[in-house]
């Protein structure tokens, strides 16, 4: 593959709050590309990628969605554009982390009315903690109450970002007619029709926008030192010169550059494309990824550039059901990927075959032959696939970092309408299963009651009509149950577990000596402080598997976070000790541990900004103090004040009902996953 090829394809995801506009920029963007020649829109349930009958009838994004598209900036090359559109709704934080896993490059779309909204903060941080460069794009500068400066005031306080407003509006709400470009000093106009027109600068606007165009290099200066000295030494800084200093600024994260207009009404979509090609990275300006390699030739971790001639690897990050057969996604960051080759898939631990390759638009797709590191591919065919798994080379197998879920915060029970339909629904539920990470099914131990876990009301909704539509089941659920979790209380030291089974014939035999430590942090942490080989290498590993599977349930019946377990002493027997015999080992021990520490109960705390008129705050703050939740904060909206508040999930079964019946239907909340805390009284029984 010519690396010139590769420097012209963009991978970029579209991420924001839910209703900020982000998969109607996405059908215009596929527009004035010429990808699709019929715009749809979300309210007819006509976008492109929102394509499921699930989310054409509730008007929202529920999966990530690839399209690809080509978009020729004026006077350069061919660019090739990988878009997904993600959701904004927090029930649905899995599809953007794991977009943002593989992306080069992300748009954040913000509404020019409400600003930055609390979702907008999430994934903003996820991409972030990526080092996925930003481009920002104030949506919606066409309705009422429309401001592009207090949405840049509110991704410095709310966001510590660094914005570079690449130019303003001409006229806004109503009036909405134009850009003023700072880079290339141009006035670009939209006529009736929203065609583009541009013209350079008269000497008036000059006159008035130099100053904002310097004060532009001034700002891109501090992070890039080629402009830093064209500017000290007052050279002439012409388009060229400062969009290479954005460039090299954004691609290493000093800033963000932004952009305006109005999605639905195509005003800024052209010049956002530019800025697309402009600023966000190819692959090859990626840093290189790290990989544990597992081959005998070579352990440790390896680091992979984007290099077709490279090692292998691929991130599977995607699984997607469709009519013809699953569809796996992957993200190849190094090497050339062939219809035919033979892989090894870590998860699964087995070598897979590649029957056929897939580019994916929305909800159609074309084969092809071959895929190269930096490109987006998916995989038909494979029914075992495991989302988050590495595919690399048999002879070289590599193990990327895996792509991290939230835990699950709500759980519902369900059964069959109709005992006919039991083997469907245990099959439906192991195919959202593996198509989603965040979603788990379990058992009731005590009743024997099919549970499944997920990140809120809309999500476990969303999937309960999922069996439905797709699967045929008449569902009923139960009542909802929070996800509450258990953490040491205390520390415990030479914990022993011991299985001893002689009675004739092959025995069990394993030994175990555990030291338990609460951690802060919510993980687990496996230590092996043995000496002198009294636990063989694969008995460490059985008892690290053991205590893993521990920790599904603690004394008080939820899963156990938060602990350090080290493993400081054990015993073997020459003949009946095994791998199973360890995990059973392992697992008494900490049972024991958690028994004498103790744990604390812990709960999901949601954080919420109410949008209320300013006369209902008392009743707002009020209802939320007897909820058990924390204000932190009251900003005046003018007549509209937002509260931002703490409250536990279990205390926010129905709120929005209760919200609108509390003011007459005139205030909204959102709410986003906070974390972890000590839960303040014991949960009732279900």
Do not use: C
Not at 259 to 282: C, H, M, Q, R, W
Not at 639 to 652: F, I, Y
């Amino acid at each position: 593959m010519n690396t010139t090829i590769a420097s012209s394809w963009r991978s970029l995801g579209i991420i924001a709050h839910v209703d900020a506009g982000k998969t109607t920029l996405t059908e215009r963007l596929l527009w004035k590309t010429g990808a699709i020649h019929r715009m749809g829109e979300v309210h007819d349930g006509a976008a492109t990628t929102d394509f499921t009958k699930i989310e054409q009838d509730r008007g929202i994004t529920i999966g990530a969605a690839a399209v690809q598209t080509r978009w020729t900036p004026q006077g350069q090359a061919e660019h090739r554009l990988t878009i997904i559109d993600t959701p904004g709704h927090i029930d649905f934080a899995i599809e953007v982390e794991r977009s943002l896993r593989v992306l080069d490059g992300a748009v954040a779309v913000f509404s020019a009315v409400d600003g930055v909204q609390p979702q907008s903060e999430t994934v903003w941080r996820q991409a972030r903690r990526h080092g996925v460069p930003l481009i920002a794009f104030v949506n919606k500068m066409d309705r009422i109450g429309a401001s592009f400066e207090r949405t840049l005031a509110q991704m410095r306080e709310k966001l510590d970002a660094v914005p570079w407003p690449l130019g303003q509006s001409i006229g806004v709400e109503n009036d909405l007619r134009g850009w003023v470009d700072y880079v290339a000093r141009d006035i670009v106009l939209w006529d009736a029709d929203n065609q583009l027109s541009r013209r350079p600068w008269s000497e008036d606007e000059a006159r008035e926008f130099e100053p904002l165009r310097a004060r532009l290099i001034e700002a891109v200066a501090d992070h890039d030192d080629a402009l830093a000295e064209a500017f000290l030494e007052a050279r002439a800084i012409d388009a060229d010169a400062l969009k290479a200093a954005l460039r090299r600024a954004t691609l290493k994260g000093a800033g963000t550059p932004v952009l305006g207009g109005s999605a639905f009404k195509n005003k800024g979509v052209e010049t956002l494309l530019d800025a697309i090609v402009d600023y966000l990275p190819s692959p090859l300006d990626r840093p290189s990824v790290r990989a544990e390699s597992e081959s005998a030739r070579e352990r440790g971790e390896v680091a992979l550039a984007p290099d077709a001639s490279g090692p292998l690897a691929g991130l599977l990050f995607k699984i997607v059901h469709q009519e013809h057969g699953a569809l796996s996604f992957v993200r190849l960051y190094s090497g050339t990927l062939r219809v035919g080759d033979t892989l090894w898939a870590s998860r699964r631990d087995k070598s897979v075959r590649v029957g056929r390759l897939v580019v994916v638009q929305a909800n159609r797709g074309h084969d092809v032959d071959v895929a190269y590191a930096g490109e987006i591919v998916a995989v038909q065919g494979w029914k075992d696939a495991v989302s988050g798994e590495t595919l690399s080379a048999v002879g070289n197998r590599l193990v990327l970092d895996a792509i991290q879920a939230q835990p699950a915060v709500l759980s519902w029970r369900l059964t069959a309408g109709k005992a006919g339909d039991l083997i469907r629904l245990g099959q439906g539920l192991a195919s959202l299963a593996q198509e989603d990470p965040s979603f788990r099914v379990g058992t009731d131990s005590e009743t024997g009651e099919t549970l499944v876990w997920g990140m809120g009301e809309l999500h476990l909704d969303v999937m309960v009509q999922k069996l439905r539509d797709d699967w045929g089941v008449e569902v009923r659920t139960g009542s909802p149950r929070v996800a509450y979790q258990e953490t040491p209380s205390a520390a415990v030291r030479a914990i022993e577990g011991k299985l001893s089974k002689q009675n004739g014939g092959t025995g069990q035999f394993a030994r175990v000596v555990i030291d338990v430590e609460p951690r802060q942090d919510g993980q687990f942490e496996f230590v092996d402080r043995t000496t002198g080989g009294v636990v063989p290498r694969n008995f460490v590993n059985a008892t690290e598997k053991g205590l893993r599977l521990a920790l599904a349930e603690g004394p008080r019946g939820y899963p156990v976070v938060g602990l350090t377990v080290t493993l400081t002493d054990g015993q073997t027997h020459a003949v009946d000790s095994s791998e199973l015999a360890f995990q059973r080992a392992a697992g008494d021990a900490l049972k024991a541990a958690l028994a004498q520490s103790g744990t604390t109960l812990l709960e999901p705390v949601m954080s919420l900004v109410i949008d209320t008129p300013g006369g209902n705050v008392g009743d707002v703050v009020g209802d939320l103090q007897r909820r058990s939740g924390r204000v932190v904060s009251l900003e005046d909206k003018g007549t509209r004040t937002d509260v931002t508040a703490r409250a536990p999930l279990a205390q926010l079964s129905g709120y929005t009902t209760a919200l609108r019946s509390l003011t007459q239907g005139r205030a909204s909340a959102s709410m986003v996953f906070n974390g972890y805390e000590e839960a303040r009284s014991a949960p009732k029984a279900a």
